[in-house]
């Protein structure tokens, strides 16, 4: 047992090395995709040997994601929705290692982990993988597409800054409303 131990991880590090003399001309690539919250080495190396570098064959992110099969997907006719509005059949390995990182940030105290729970919350969990993969993928678009750029995380606040006060007034208002309350509100001194 011990002997086929040795031997699995003797055939895992000998992969390793060929997979890294592989991945080394495009060291500077796979670094930057690193930076990416939970996105690892071993991701950002299958982002490239799936989508490559060379961002001019997708025009927009929204391009890649077409591509990908990570664009959101609705068959409708005569106004009625056909199908389960899926996002259709695409790389298996991207999608793959986009779900996972998708999960994975969603344990995560950032911008993409808030993102997934506040879709989870929602619309469920298959749908914020995709959303999050989705999310992930422009990021890699715009990291390979521009090679100044570097990965920024706006921070688990970010959605906290962006709502309207007036709105979310309104919210609780029609909400304590719902529950058989009369509301007055009254500016604090």
């Given at each position: 047992?011990?002997?086929r131990i040795d031997q699995a991880s003797a055939d895992i590090a000998e992969l390793e090395a060929k997979i890294d003399q592989e991945?080394?001309?495009f060291a500077a690539a796979v670094d930057r995709l690193d930076e990416i919250t939970r996105v690892g080495r071993t991701a950002a190396q299958v982002i490239i040997a799936e989508i490559g570098?060379?961002?001019g064959r997708f025009p927009t992110p929204d391009h890649l994601a077409s591509w990908a099969?990570?664009?959101p997907g609705v068959k409708q006719s005569a106004g009625k929705t056909k199908g389960k509005?899926?996002?259709?059949h695409g790389n298996p390995y991207l999608a793959r290692v986009l779900g996972e990182a998708a999960v994975v940030a969603g344990r995560t105290d950032t911008f993409l982990g808030e993102r997934y729970r506040r879709i989870a919350r929602r619309r469920g969990a298959k749908k914020a993988i995709v959303a999050v993969g989705r999310s992930?993928?422009?990021i890699v678009w715009?990291?390979?597409?521009d090679p100044t750029a570097r990965f920024h995380d706006l921070?688990?606040?970010f959605y906290d800054t962006r709502s309207n006060a007036d709105r979310r007034k309104r919210n609780h208002v029609r909400q304590l409303e719902a529950l058989g309350y009369k509301v007055t509100l009254q500016p604090a001194a």
């Open positions: 047992m011990l002997g991945v080394a001309p570098t060379d961002m099969r990570f664009a509005n899926a996002t259709g992930i993928l422009v715009h990291l390979l597409a921070g688990a606040g």
